[in-house]
């Protein structure tokens, strides 16, 4: 049996979703991730990188490295 006379404890008051810190945790880590991207994909755009000219095969200290790529790069007959 329980006693009538023991009060009920209040009923917690409800805070909106909104103001809970870790709801901010959760949708601000992704959204930091998805402006940083923006960032990054600006910064590519506005500053490219230069066109480097491939130097002559035989000629310069990466010859043997031209010449063993251009190898593996032709196909077998």
């Known amino acids: ?7 009920e404890p209040a009923p917690e008051p409800t805070t909106p ?3 809970l810190p870790i709801v901010w945790m959760v949708i601000g880590g992704p959204a930091l ?3 940083a991207s ?3 994909l600006t910064l590519a755009i ?3 990188d230069p066109v480097l000219v491939a130097p002559k095969v035989g ?3 990466d010859a043997p490295a031209m010449q063993a790529r251009n190898h593996a790069a032709t196909p077998s007959r």
Do not use: I, Y
């Not at 049996?1 to 009060?7: A, L």
């Open 17 to 19: 979703w909104f103001r």
């Open 59 to 61: 000629h310069g200290a």
């Open 46 to 48: 506005l500053n490219p």
């Open 33 to 35: 991730v998805v402006v």
């Open 38 to 40: 923006f960032v990054t």
């Open 1 to 7: 049996m329980s006693d009538s006379r023991t009060p």
